[in-house]
Structure formats: structure tokens, C-alpha cells
């Protein structure tokens, strides 16, 4: 079967598309029923959309495609609330989104609505190489379409609206550094939040970053948008250098400096993700250190068990602890949340499925790996830094993406600041 090389419609900005029609001589509003049928009733496929002439629908479907995760396997857990999807992209490569319900409940300040959150991928792979995380064990394949970054949006809302369900919030944190595909996520955030377009609204969208400070002072110079998440993981270089090999390239200060920023000129808090691994992250120190480096910020940390990965020596912290660590952060007026794993019977850290699907490594390699992760996280917690550098793919990428990257002046603004 030969790799279907037609653009997906999703990605085309307005301009283009009518530019297309204009072309073509078509009238601008063949256009908006395009688009009626494209991002109102969630078409895949210009065949169905019937308000257009029968020669225009297969000229455009000729021309472009309206479902660029079309080949698509589900799998659920947690009693339907957790759904996991691997798509096959075009040219084979596999990527991963997750669903995730959050039932409607009551809160102290009034009822809170139902949430449905979809965590997609910007990437197939990922050139980080996080060793907790499976689709760091994958390697990086390429970047995602914005068509590929939206057309997971549309199928997760499609198949959320035949359960009468509306998806509500976008997170980019699947597979993929999300900064290092920057000028894909920003088209894909503006179709995404476009009111002619999908709708969702920005502040409704979460963009993740492990730490690519030209891209988030590049996010800062658009002003107060979506919120930022930062997986920092640790608070200690030595650590982070081995739990984000990025740490070489920008450690911690200049990260969260960045990010410190970003929340004081966009008024916006900063969202820092820390994912708990059993006697590697979770000691006393660590918890005081990253304590001391976000007291007084407009921040928002979230603490979050390790998924169970394949292939790392590590395990999840035992709870008692991560509610230990909770607690010694909201002494210093830190906000907390501790997450919980959704979906672990399906695999549904970033690339569980697709590492499943990529096959088993050759048992000598594994060994190799645990052995120089327990190495390296040994050497971490006796404060040493690394002096290996980073991973061959990780130099590449981000070589490639710094030309792309211009950090334009940040405006510096009397905003708010956590007080
Ligand atoms: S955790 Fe994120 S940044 Fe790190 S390897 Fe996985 S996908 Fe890449």
C-alpha cells in the first residue's frame, strides 16, 4: 500500500484554503461549508459533507486529506474514563493520545463541570530521551503536521461526542518535546482556538515543555496565551541531568528563570510537573531543594507517581511520600496537587503502545541500560554532575531547532507576581 501524500486540511490556514477555492473558481462560501463540515461536524472525509456539489467533494478529496489519524486502535481503562489511542500516521510512524474523563463533582467554592482532557503528541519519538519515559526509549522519528497535532484533537472530540460528551481541554504532553516543534504547535494551537476554527479557546490548552528556554521565552514574547507546564522532575542539577539528559543544555536555573519570567510578564501561572521515582526523586533533600527554588512563585506543582515503564530499574514512589514531599512544599506556600496514574492496564504513559508495537530490545541492550541508569542515578544523588554529553540525537535536534528559535526581546511588564 503506497503512503497516502496529501495535505491534511486541518493544518491549512484560512488563507490558504480559500486561496485554493479561488483558484480553482470556486465561490469563498464552497470555503466556509468546507469548514462547517471540517471543524463543526467533525468530517473525515469531503464526501460526506453534503451541503457541497458531488465534483468539488472529490476534487478536495483528491487534493487533501480530512483525517490524518484515520488508522486509528483504542484501547480503555479505568471503567471507560481513560482511552487510549495509537495512530498509525501515513508513512507508518506511530504516535499516541490519551482521553481522559473527569467526572463532575462538588468543591469547596461550588460545583466543578466535567472535564475531558486529551493529551496528544506533538512528535513521533522524542530526541529528550527522559530514561522514566517509554517514548524517550524510542528515539526521535520526525516531527508531527499540524494536521497531525490537530487530527487528534477532532478524533478524540469525535468519539467523546458519541458518548455526548464535549472535550473541553488540550494538554501537549504525549510523545514529543512540544518547543522543539514549535512553529507546528503554535499553527496547531491557533487552529485549535480559533472561534471559526475547533473553538476550544486558548486557556483551555496546556503546552508542556522539558525545558527548551528559547522556545519558552519565545512563548513569553506572545503574551498571556495557554498555560505553560514544565516537566522539571528535579530540583538538583546532578539529578535533572539524568532524568532530562535537556539539563545539559539548559539546567535548572535557566529554566525555571525562564519560566519565572514567563509567569511575571503573562500574569500566568506556571504549571511544574514532577514525577515521583521510589528513592531517586522523592528524599527529604530533594523535596526541600525544590521547595527552596519555587517558593514565592506564580507556580502550581503537580507530583505525579512514575507509570511503571519497561526497561528502567525505577518504580513509582509509595504514596506515603508524595503526600510527605506535598506537604513540606505547602509549608512554603507552594500550591500542590497530587496526580494520580490514569489508565496503567492500557499502557497509558507517553509510548507505552508504540514502544509495545516497536518490539522487544535485545536483552543485552536492556541490561546495558538499567545498569547505567542505576549508575547515573547513583552518582546523581552523591551531587555529582554529568560530564557525558548529551546523546547524539538530542545534539542534533536541538542544533537544528536553535536556528529556528529567535528569542525576541521580553516585554517586561508590571505584571503580577505570586505573593
Ligand atoms: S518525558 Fe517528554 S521530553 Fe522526556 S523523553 Fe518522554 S516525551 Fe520526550
Redesign the pocket.
Known amino acids: 500500500m503506497s503512503a497516502d501524500l496529501r495535505p491534511g486540511l486541518a493544518g491549512l490556514p484560512p488563507e490558504s484554503l480559500a486561496a485554493w477555492f479561488a483558484e480553482r473558481g470556486h465561490a469563498s462560501f464552497r470555503a466556509r461549508q468546507l469548514n462547517a463540515g471540517l471543524w463543526a461536524s467533525g468530517a473525515t472525509a469531503a464526501s460526506s459533507i453534503g451541503t457541497l456539489p458531488a465534483a468539488l467533494r472529490s476534487e478536495i478529496d483528491a487534493a487533501f486529506s480530512l483525517d490524518t489519524v484515520a488508522d486509528t486502535e483504542l484501547r480503555l481503562a479505568d471503567d471507560g474514563r481513560t482511552e487510549k489511542a495509537l495512530h498509525r500516521l501515513a508513512d507508518g510512524a506511530l504516535i499516541e493520545s490519551v482521553v481522559m474523563h473527569y467526572p463532575a463533582r462538588r468543591t469547596a467554592d461550588g460545583q466543578q463541570r466535567e472535564r475531558n482532557t486529551v493529551c496528544i503528541s506533538s512528535?513521533a519519538g522524542?530526541?529528550?530521551?527522559?530514561p522514566?519515559?517509554?517514548?524517550?526509549?524510542l528515539g526521535f522519528s520526525r516531527d508531527l503536521s499540524t494536521a497531525e497535532i490537530v487530527d487528534q484533537v477532532r478524533s478524540a472530540a469525535r468519539r467523546l461526542a458519541h458518548r455526548d460528551r464535549r472535550l473541553t481541554n488540550v494538554v501537549f504532553?504525549?510523545?514529543?518535546?512540544p518547543l522543539l516543534n514549535l512553529d507546528r504547535v503554535l499553527e496547531a494551537i491557533a487552529a485549535l482556538a480559533d472561534p471559526d476554527r475547533f473553538g476550544l479557546g486558548a486557556r483551555h490548552i496546556t503546552v508542556?515543555?522539558?525545558g527548551v528556554v528559547p522556545g519558552i521565552r519565545r512563548l513569553t514574547a506572545l503574551g498571556p496565551q495557554f498555560t505553560l507546564a514544565v516537566?522539571l522532575h528535579a530540583a538538583r542539577d546532578s539529578l535533572r541531568d539524568v532524568l532530562?539528559p535537556?539539563n545539559r543544555r539548559w539546567p535548572v536555573a535557566e529554566v525555571v528563570g525562564a519560566a519565572r519570567d514567563h509567569a511575571r510578564v503573562t500574569g500566568r501561572r506556571v504549571s511544574y510537573e514532577v514525577?515521583l521515582i521510589d528513592g531517586v526523586n522523592d528524599t527529604d533533600a530533594d523535596a526541600d531543594a525544590l521547595a527552596g527554588l519555587l517558593r514565592g512563585d506564580l507556580c502550581h506543582v503537580n507530583l505525579i507517581p512514575m507509570n511503571p515503564v519497561a526497561h528502567t530499574p525505577w518504580t513509582a514512589s509509595p504514596i506515603e511520600r508524595i503526600e510527605r514531599i506535598a506537604a513540606r512544599l505547602r509549608r512554603d506556600g507552594i500550591a500542590v496537587t497530587i496526580r494520580r496514574n490514569r489508565g496503567q492496564e492500557v499502557g497509558a504513559a507517553?509510548?507505552q503502545l508504540a514502544a509495545e508495537r516497536a518490539g522487544e530490545p535485545a536483552a543485552p541492550a536492556v541490561a546495558r541500560r538499567r545498569e547505567l541508569l542505576v549508575v547515573r542515578s547513583a552518582a546523581a544523588l552523591r551531587g555529582e554532575r554529568m560530564t557525558e554529553p548529551a546523546e547524539a540525537g538530542l545534539v542534533a535536534a536541538l542544533a537544528h531547532d536553535e536556528d529556528r528559535l529567535p528569542v525576541r526581546p521580553i516585554p517586561v511588564a508590571s505584571a503580577p507576581t505570586a505573593g
Open positions: 512528535q522524542c530526541a529528550v530521551g527522559c522514566f519515559c517509554a517514548t524517550g526509549e504532553m504525549g510523545m514529543g518535546e508542556s515543555t522539558s516537566s532530562v535537556l514525577t507517553c509510548g
